[in-house]
């Protein structure tokens, strides 16, 4: 196999893996019980609200962003539309398998491993560089089209999400403040840790810039 197959190939493997992960990841949060990221209270209370699995509203409301992205012109790569599916069907998955966590401590530990999962999952499914997720380039978008900040934006649409999932019955809670706190330090750290070098200038994918990088740092 040729080096630029070896490349592509690491790239891919991490694309999925991530995006495998991180759907587990949200499901560990789910099965914690103590308060789910931004957008899974929303996926939640969704969830609630029409009787579909969490997972499957996470398709859905994923595409729907995505059909967001078109008055604001911007392009979906593969791992966008990777995103849409992949963390819906492994959050569901973990699901099926994973009971409801009985006890504080199993709630706390599912709650951690959670967070940390996604941060690593984070990291993993961006360094491979195959496109934002449809959430991430919404909020890149309209900060585009705006003018304002990515950090006045990712909170506006994170606030809006809270806000509505909560009324729908999603579970906002100590689990939701610690996510909010820990996911920025935690996606940096991983983002250098799966770091895939450029072959052609010898830079990495953390010194080149994404979306979600943009977002981590302001």
Known sequence: MSTASRHLTRRLLQLYIGLTLYGVSSALLVRGGLGLEPWG????????????TIGVVSIIVGAVVLLLWIPMKQRPGLGTVSNVFVIGVAMDGTLALVPDARGLGVQIGLLIGGIVLNGA???LYISARFGPGPRDGLMTGLHRVTGSSIRLVRTAIE?????TGFVLGGSVG???VAYALAIGPLAQLFLRVFAISDEENGSTVVAGGTPRQAILRE
């Open 174 to 176: 100590v689990g939701t």
């Open 159 to 163: 606030v809006a999400v809270v806000a």
């Open 121 to 123: 999952a984070t990291g």
């Open 41 to 52: 209270v929303l996926h939640q209370g969704l969830a609630e609200l029409t009787g579909l």
